[in-house]
T-cell receptor, first 113, second 116 residues
Framework: KQEVTQIPAALSVPEGENLVLNCSFT??????LQWFRQDPGKGLTSLLL?????REQTSGRLNASLDKSSGRSTLYIAASQPGDSATYLC????????????FGKGTKLTVNP | DAGVTQSPTHLIKTRGQQVTLRCSPI?????VSWYQQVLGQGPQFIFQ???????GRGNFPDRFSARQFPNYSSELNVNALLLGDSALYLC???????????????FGPGTRLTVL
């Protein structure tokens, strides 16, 4: 059974700092991994989808890396801004033919001005 | 282009009642999935539908049911509501369904259900 863990659960940083969010998964046989952003009480915004054949994926100030063999992904945010404050979730598809995503509990990021 | 839309935005029900939540996928997307998210947790998978057929079911009781219509929109029904059903219900759509791998999923804004 796939399980996803995100560490830390919460993170508070000053504006301008570079930061790394961590995601680990127990079953390394994944097809892809998706990072999402969620603002309080809102839906999920897809940030990056990284395929199992890729090592990295970049979008603006965001960079996601994937190491299947170790069951880990990181989301790197450069030059953080107060508008980056949100909960960040990672998710992987489970096996079995459906598009069920298994999520971590998320990391709540606060960027202080 | 419109994203995934969900209605209603908020809903308040009492225990024992029934509720229907609605979702319209992104134009051209044929796969719709439903998730339940309680406060402080990641979303939990409830159902996936592709081309009007159920492709996956999560560990939820039979009080939860869903269907997909010919226009690919979907409804989630929950009967005999319990206090524990209070949550944010999220709908996600994707274009590809395991062709050859799971597609990127796009989520709607959610429906906040409160059961009193």
């Amino acid at each position: 059974k796939q399980e996803v863990t995100q560490i830390p659960a919460a993170l508070s940083v000053p504006e301008g700092e570079n930061l790394v969010l961590n995601c680990s998964f127990t079953d390394s046989a994944i097809y892809n991994l998706q990072w999402f952003r969620q603002d309080p009480g809102k839906g999920l915004t897809s940030l990056l989808l990284i395929q199992s054949s890729q090592r990295e994926q970049t979008s603006g100030r965001l960079n996601a890396s994937l190491d299947k063999s170790s069951g880990r992904s990181t989301l790197y945010i450069a030059a953080s801004q107060p508008g980056d404050s949100a909960t960040y979730l990672c998710a992987v598809p489970s096996q079995g033919g459906s598009e069920k995503l298994v999520f971590g509990k998320g990391t709540k990021l606060t960027v202080n001005p | 282009d419109a994203g995934v839309t969900q209605s209603p935005t908020h809903l308040i029900k009492t225990r024992g009642q029934q509720v229907t939540l609605r979702c319209s996928p992104i134009s051209g997307h044929k796969s719709v999935s439903w998730y339940q998210q309680v406060l402080g947790q990641g979303p939990q998978f409830i159902f996936q539908y592709y081309e009007k057929e159920e492709r996956g079911r999560g560990n939820f009781p039979d009080r939860f049911s869903a269907r997909q219509f010919p226009n690919y929109s979907s409804e989630l029904n929950v009967n005999a509501l319990l206090l524990g059903d209070s949550a944010l219900y999220l709908c996600a759509s994707s274009y590809l369904a395991w062709t050859p791998s799971p597609g990127e999923q796009f989520f709607g804004p959610g429906t906040r259900l409160t059961v009193l």
